[in-house]
Every structure is written in C-alpha cells, then in structure tokens.
C-alpha cells in the first residue's frame, strides 16, 4: 500500500496564478483533509471531508476550494494564489473522524511570489 | 472544542526518559488523547492514543490521571533520532467533524549527545 500520496512534492507559482493539489488514499479511508503548515507552526486545518460527497471548512479555509472526487481522492484548488499561502500542504486520511487515526502524506512545498 | 496546552520546547540527553505533559481542561466524556510525531519534511505519524489510565506501545507510555485534565507522553532512553516535534491532540471518538481535532504547535524535542 502506498498508504497517502500527494502531488506534486513542490510548486512556485505568481501572485494570481492557479493550482491544483492532488491527494490520494488507498486505505479506503472515509475521512480526508487538508491542512497548511508555516514556519515554526502547528498545523492548521483549511478543509475535510466525512464521507464522499461531502466537504466541511476548517480553521482557515479562505482562499482555498476543495473537491471529494470520489473515496480516494480529496483535492485541493488555490483559484488566485497570493504570498501568504506559501506554506507547506499536508492531506490526510483516517477511516473516522473524531479521535480516528489520520495518515498524512509526504506534503506540498508551496511558494508564492 | 478541547484545548490543550503543552510546553513549547524540552530538551534532553541521549539515554534518558523524557515525559512530555499536556494539559486539557476542558477534555469531554468521549474524546481521547492522542499524540503523534512530526520529523522535519514529513507529515506527523502516529505515536500513541487512551482514554483513561496508562496505554503502552512499542514506542511509548501514555500516562493519564483519573479526572483525565491532563496526559504525559514518556518517552524511554530517547536517542538522537527522537529528535521531532510531539502534538497532543483530543478528539471525540464519536465525531464526524474532522475539526475536533486541533494540532496546535506542539513540543519540539531536541536530544543531544
């Protein structure tokens, strides 16, 4: 098992560009997140999915769009990036919510100029 | 939403134990204690979880008293590469919300020679 795997592992983009961060489980997990992780911080939640189908914001979800694709895929989508969300990108799963274990993938080093 | 509170740093030999101490006031009948481990570039991975008592695992002790406001992560004849920073979270068994569970900034554990 591959167990949580993002792409891509780095990104640079411009003020105003656009991306997609991908995720995906092969646990076939029900619970997925995103959470953003900056220098010398804990990590922060910015959205999560219960189930597929469903999508909940989390602590800082402005600025951000996700998608639950199906079970084993949970995107992220920055529509126009800015500087402050240079910062490392971390999805996870777990097969609950709540107290459920989360795996976490290896993470996305965004930088924003 | 349980809070916890944990010191910001510790440091330590090689060889010795290290307890780690987080506190939650406001902990709710059916959340657990959980505490994971980030290594520098990598996401955190789970460590140890409980609810009431002590929970041994290959890696650590869980220690948490009986009016359950606070746990103790002992970490026996650390080494160099326990080096990491350590999260205290507290989640609700029950939950669907993926928010009830807050990484915070953790204890960052240096261990030297």
């Known amino acids: 098992n591959a167990g949580v795997t993002q792409t891509p592992k780095f990104q640079v983009l411009k003020t105003g560009q656009s991306m997609t961060l991908q995720c995906a489980q092969d646990m076939n997990h029900n619970s997925m997140y995103w959470y953003r992780q900056d220098p010398g911080m804990g990590l922060r939640l910015i959205y999560y999915?219960?189930?597929?189908?469903?999508?909940d914001k989390g602590e800082v979800p402005n600025g951000y769009n996700v998608s639950r694709l199906n079970k084993r895929e949970f995107s992220l989508r920055l529509e126009s990036a800015a500087p402050s969300q240079t910062s490392v990108y971390f999805c996870?799963?777990?097969?609950?919510?709540?107290?459920?274990?989360?795996?976490f993938g290896p993470g996305t080093r965004l930088t924003v100029l | 939403l349980a809070k916890t509170t944990q010191p910001i740093s510790m440091d330590s030999y090689e060889g010795q134990e290290v307890n780690i101490t987080c506190s939650h006031n406001n902990i709710a009948t059916n959340d657990y204690i959980t505490w994971y481990q980030q290594f520098p570039s990598q996401g955190p991975r789970f460590i140890i979880q409980g609810y009431k008592t002590k929970v041994t695992n290959e890696v650590a002790s869980l220690f948490i008293p009986a009016d359950r406001k606070s746990s103790t992560l002992s970490l026996p004849r650390v080494s160099l590469s326990d080096t990491a920073v350590y999260y205290c979270l507290v989640g609700d068994e029950n939950s669907n919300s993926g928010y009830a569970l807050n990484f915070g900034k953790g204890t960052s554990l240096l261990v030297t020679p």
């Open positions: 999915s219960a189930s597929e189908g469903t999508t």
């Open positions: 996870a799963s777990s097969e609950g919510g709540g107290a459920d274990t989360q795996y």
